[in-house]
């Protein structure tokens, strides 16, 4: 347990410091929004291949609340085990956070000014976690050795089809909270993000045990006696 929930922590830290870095990074080599939202999508993608590779055969390489919760609704992983991660998830988010914020010279400790909310962010983050979460399960059901290039593609796309640039997990919501930087959420809006994206996990849990599930075998009719 205790190398599990380090490999979670280690994981969250790493992907936070991609997502906040590349957003300064990009931020500070073009005045284009779009090139700049390109910039900060290709890396996140790149790294959710590495950490889902090297960090998966020790925890699972979960990295976010929504994930866990789906994994504990299935009884894959024990509640006690499930708080251990999420605890695990957020703080290493925010030491993510930080870190990024140390490597540019910036201010450690920041809050947040960028304001995301609204209906359609709401519901932005809602399919980007439900995609997230499909993904990961008909992954596990059709093709487990592709499920780190399956997520990294998908997070790469949806930050571009949702108008939140999916976030799709509430510890990096969280952790990027404490950064006034391309990639921040004002803090006033965590709420919100944070209850889509696990609204988002439990629907596509609820989806994917239906159209998922193991086939049941035909049963023979009995030869009369």
């Not at 000014?113 to 980007?128: L, M, P, S």
């Amino acid at each position: 347990m205790p190398r599990r929930v380090i490999a979670e922590a280690l994981g969250t830290a790493i992907l936070v410091a991609t997502v906040v870095g590349s957003g300064i990074m990009a931020d500070k080599l073009t005045d284009d929004v779009a090139v700049a939202l390109l910039g900060n999508t290709l890396p996140t993608g790149a790294i959710l291949v590495v950490l889902i590779t090297i960090l998966g055969p020790i925890s699972g390489a979960h990295f976010n609340p929504a994930v866990t919760l789906v994994f504990s609704l299935r009884r894959e992983i024990v509640a006690s085990a499930a708080l251990a991660y999420v605890a695990a998830q957020v703080a290493g988010g925010v030491a993510g956070t930080l870190l990024a914020h140390a490597m540019f010279e910036l201010p450690i400790l920041q809050f947040s000014a960028t304001a995301r909310t609204g209906t359609g962010q709401w519901i932005a983050e809602a399919v980007a976690a439900f995609g997230l979460v499909f993904t990961i399960l008909a992954g596990l059901r059709f093709r487990s050795d592709a499920i780190p290039w399956l997520v990294g593609l998908y997070i790469t796309a949806a930050y571009w089809f949702t108008a939140s640039t999916s976030f799709a997990n509430p510890a990096v919501a969280i952790a990027r909270a404490f950064s006034n930087t391309f990639a921040g959420i004002r803090p006033a809006d965590l709420p919100g993000f944070v209850l889509a994206e696990l609204l988002g996990a439990v629907l596509a849990l609820a989806l994917a045990s239906w159209m998922l599930s193991e086939p049941k075998p035909i049963q023979q009719p009995r030869p009369a006696e």
